[in-house]
Nanobody, 130 residues
């Protein structure tokens, strides 16, 4: 069974940091593009970051560039999202998703209504508040 399990969410003060993890199982992790998306209350889903399995290239939403860093560890079948300088507007449920196609990963980043990636986690809540 294919599974993605996110962890690392929680409550953090503005300016603080969190590292999210997404542990994958049941599919060849190293050949899949991995993405992080988020949904804030009352807002559309937003693509946050994507990492390509083929060459490790990364993509970021403008809203998180310079603050968030995506990385992956193929030995642990895990993708991470290091989030620094957090702002209240980063409050959301964060989901990871996986797909063998980078094109579908990019579509997920760009289109809040696109759900074509193969596998999705259940999300982890990040709350940025003082």
């Amino acid at each position: 069974e294919e599974l993605l399990v996110e962890s690392g969410g929680g409550l953090v003060q503005p300016g603080g940091s969190l590292r999210l993890s997404c542990a994958a199982s049941g599919f060849p992790f190293s050949s899949h593009a991995m993405s992080w998306v988020r949904r804030a209350p009352g807002k559309e889903r937003e693509g946050v970051s994507l990492i390509s399995s083929s060459d490790g290239s990364t993509y970021y939403a403008d809203s998180v560039k310079g603050r968030f860093t995506i990385s992956s560890d193929n030995a642990k079948n895990t993708v991470y999202l290091q989030m620094n300088s957090l702002k209240p507007e980063d409050t959301a449920v964060y989901y990871c998703a996986a797909d063998a196609s980078l094109t579908r990963g990019i579509a997920t980043m760009r289109d809040p209504h696109y759900y074509g990636m193969d596998y999705w986690g259940n999300g982890t809540l990040v709350t940025v508040s003082s």
